[in-house]
């Protein structure tokens, strides 16, 4: 069975730093343009951070621009995100997708990647 699977979200305070980690199993997920989307309660799904299937390319939210950081381990089929001076308004279910025809950019608006993870919740307290 193919899946990828989040984990490292939590309750943090404002300004506080998470670490999420996006582990992909049942195929090797190399050739495959990765990312993280979230969904604020109310809102629509929107995306975060995207990286093209070698890892030289990366796209971001302007929202999130200078705070995250998104990488891959293709050693260990993986996609992590780091993210620093977390605000409220990050609280989200976080989740990663996976396409293999995507670049960083298109992916980042690809209504349907080929995998979506189950999500993971990140809250950020004032």
């Known amino acids: 069975q193919v899946q990828l699977v989040e984990s490292g979200g939590g309750l943090v305070q404002a300004g506080a730093s998470l670490r999420l980690s996006c582990a992909g199993s049942g195929r090797s997920f190399n050739m495959f343009a990765m990312g993280w989307f979230r969904q604020a309660p109310g809102k629509e799904r929107e995306f975060v951070a995207t990286i093209n299937w070698n890892g030289d390319s990366t796209y971001y939210a302007d929202s999130v621009k200078g705070r995250f950081t998104i990488s891959r381990d293709k050693s260990k089929n993986t996609i992590s995100l780091q993210m620093n001076s977390l605000k409220p308004e990050d609280t989200a279910v976080y989740y990663c997708?996976?396409?293999?025809?995507?670049?960083?950019?298109?992916?980042?608006?690809?209504?349907?990647?080929?995998?979506w993870g189950q999500g993971t919740q990140v809250t950020v307290s004032s």
């Open positions: 997708a996976a396409d293999l025809v995507a670049t960083a950019r298109g992916l980042a608006y690809k209504s349907g990647p080929n995998y």
